[in-house]
C-alpha cells in the first residue's frame, strides 16, 4: 500500500485547510485509515481516524470539534478538513492505512505516507 498526502501549507491562525491522502496498491487489507502529527519535538499524535467499512470517524481531544475526517471509497482517498486552525496545530501530517481495534495506537497501522507539513502563524 502505498500513500500520498498533500494540502500543507503555511496559514494563519482561523484559516481553514483540506489534507487529501490517496492510497493505491493492496488497499484491501487496510481497514482504517488514520492522520497523525508530529510537531518538532513531540511524539507523534493521533488526529483522526475512520474506517473504510462505516462512517464512524474518531478524533483526538485537541482536534474534536475543528477537524473533520471524510473518506471517499471510490478514490481510495480519506480528507482531513481542518478548521480554525491554532499555532499548536503546526507539525508535519502523517496518513496512515492499517487494521485492528485501537484506531488511535500507532502500532495498529502498518503503512505510512511521507507526511505533509502544516504551519500555522499566529
Known amino acids: 500500500v502505498q500513500l500520498q498526502a498533500s494540502g500543507g501549507g503555511l496559514v494563519q491562525v482561523g484559516a481553514s485547510l483540506r489534507l487529501s491522502c490517496l492510497a493505491s496498491g493492496r488497499t484491501s487489507g487496510s481497514q482504517i485509515m488514520g492522520w497523525f502529527r508530529q510537531a518538532p519535538g513531540k511524539d507523534r499524535e493521533f488526529v483522526a481516524a475512520?474506517?473504510?467499512?462505516?462512517?464512524?470517524?474518531y478524533y483526538g481531544n485537541s482536534v474534536r470539534g475543528r477537524f473533520t475526517i471524510a473518506r471517499d471509497n471510490a478514490k481510495s482517498a480519506v480528507y482531513l478538513q481542518m478548521n480554525s486552525l491554532r499555532p499548536e496545530d503546526t507539525a508535519v501530517y502523517y496518513c496512515a492505512a492499517g487494521s485492528g481495534d485501537i484506531v488511535t495506537d500507532t502500532s495498529q497501522y502498518a503503512y505510512w505516507g511521507r507526511g505533509t507539513l502544516v504551519t500555522v502563524s499566529s
Open positions: 475512520i474506517r473504510w467499512g462505516d462512517d464512524s470517524p
